[in-house]
């Protein structure tokens, strides 16, 4: 098959050429960028130095569906809400990587996002691309919503206690922290190196875009409308996200039977892992990886389930969670590309 990447000088945009160039079923991948035609991505990033084949150039719409078959789109917001149904209609696959298409209520959107949703026809075409618990409708699909990143982390680590039924939704309380690679690449104060060294910072309180995502998820699982506090903080490392949550029981459980549940619930699923009984997973352990480590426990002093998920917020919660979505939708193993170690130390 032959893809194309949209933004492909972004961070994401690298972690796809990372995978795809080593993906068994990809013939070509060609590199779109609307302002560094004529560019090799070398040119750009030294570390790709043999990879000058790489020749960024404009997408032109009338000649796209000649060139490839799916196309990924690591663009800013706005992009893929503007282009998508012009590449669909050329019978090209879209996987977006961008929040664009993930809420399905327009007005939704608009409130966290600021700035004017998606039509609602194309918001009702996209599928949500969290492959563990989409696999079918993912499958049968044309147009992905690549989950965000926080989103997959904690999404992840809920979803066998939503779908179980065992906890209170409204006592969710979600802690998250990043990386500074999920600020993207453009340089700013936030992710300056004098800034954020030795240092710890709590951002978006309250308001942060990711919110909304999480909470049409569950309430998709759950039946009902689900309010969650979640609030992130930017920790002085480039990759990771630890995500860890607390719940309250509906009655005493034991941690081993909560073990249970998430054995039963991934032990088909490759890149989810579940630690041992009282082991919690550290961001190294998926570093640079497509896995999500997870680790829980029950508090019996104070009636709470206390979950920790980790991914990598550059692959599990983007690039490669993507191409586990192209995966899935041509009928590969959806390990194919990705079934790489983690980075370590």
């Known amino acids: 098959m032959d893809v194309g990447i949209i933004g492909a000088t972004g961070y994401g945009g690298i972690e796809l050429i990372r995978f795809l160039q080593k993906h068994p079923m990809i013939n070509n991948i060609i590199l779109y960028s609307s302002t560094q035609e004529g560019l090799t991505i070398d040119n750009l990033y030294p570390h790709l130095e043999n990879e000058s084949k790489f020749v960024l150039r404009s997408l032109q719409y009338d000649s796209v569906q000649d060139e490839v078959?799916?196309?990924?789109?690591?663009?800013?917001?706005?992009?893929?809400?503007?282009?998508?149904?012009?590449?669909?209609?050329?019978?090209?696959?879209?996987?977006?990587?961008?929040?664009?298409?993930?809420?399905?209520?327009?007005?939704?959107?608009?409130?966290?996002?600021?700035?004017?949703?998606?039509?609602?026809?194309?918001?009702?075409?996209?599928?949500?691309?969290?492959?563990e618990?989409?696999?079918?409708?993912?499958?049968?699909?044309?147009?992905?919503?690549?989950?965000?990143?926080?989103?997959?982390?904690?999404?992840?680590?809920?979803?066998?206690?939503?779908?179980?039924?065992?906890?209170?939704?409204?006592?969710?309380?979600?802690?998250?922290?990043?990386?500074?690679?999920?600020?993207?690449?453009?340089?700013?104060?936030?992710?300056?190196?004098?800034?954020?060294?030795?240092?710890?910072?709590?951002?978006?309180?309250?308001?942060?875009?990711h919110t909304p995502e999480i909470e049409q998820e569950l309430e998709r699982w759950h039946g009902q409308p689900v309010s969650v506090t979640f609030q992130p903080h930017l920790v002085p490392m480039v990759r990771g996200i630890m995500a860890t949550m607390y719940a309250t029981a509906k009655k005493p459980l034991e941690t081993s039977d909560l073990h249970k549940l998430y054995q039963d619930a991934y032990q088909d699923h490759p890149f989810v892992r579940l630690g041992q009984v009282g082991a919690f997973p550290q961001t190294k352990q998926v570093y640079g990886s497509n896995y999500c480590n997870?680790?829980?426990?029950?508090?019996?002093?104070?009636?709470?389930?206390?979950?920790?998920?980790?991914?990598?917020?550059?692959?599990?919660?983007?690039a490669g969670q993507a191409i586990q979505n192209f995966n899935i939708m041509n009928g590969f193993n959806q390990t194919t590309g990705l079934d790489q170690t983690p980075v370590y130390p």
């Open 69 to 131: 078959d799916t196309l990924f789109l690591a663009t800013p917001p706005g992009v893929s809400a503007q282009s998508s149904e012009a590449l669909i209609a050329r019978g090209i696959s879209v996987i977006d990587l961008s929040g664009d298409l993930r809420l399905k209520k327009q007005a939704i959107y608009e409130k966290w996002y600021g700035r004017t949703a998606a039509e609602s026809d194309l918001l009702n075409e996209s599928v949500y691309g969290l492959c």
């Open 133 to 209: 618990w989409n696999e079918e409708a993912i499958a049968n699909a044309r147009l992905i919503a690549n989950p965000g990143c926080f989103p997959t982390a904690v999404l992840l680590g809920l979803a066998p206690l939503v779908q179980a039924g065992i906890i209170e939704m409204n006592s969710l309380i979600i802690d998250a922290k990043t990386g500074t690679s999920g600020a993207g690449k453009a340089a700013s104060q936030v992710t300056h190196f004098s800034e954020m060294n030795e240092n710890f910072k709590i951002y978006g309180v309250a308001t942060h875009k």
């Open 294 to 318: 997870i680790g829980l426990t029950f508090d019996e002093r104070t009636n709470r389930i206390i979950i920790v998920s980790v991914i990598d917020n550059l692959v599990k919660g983007a």
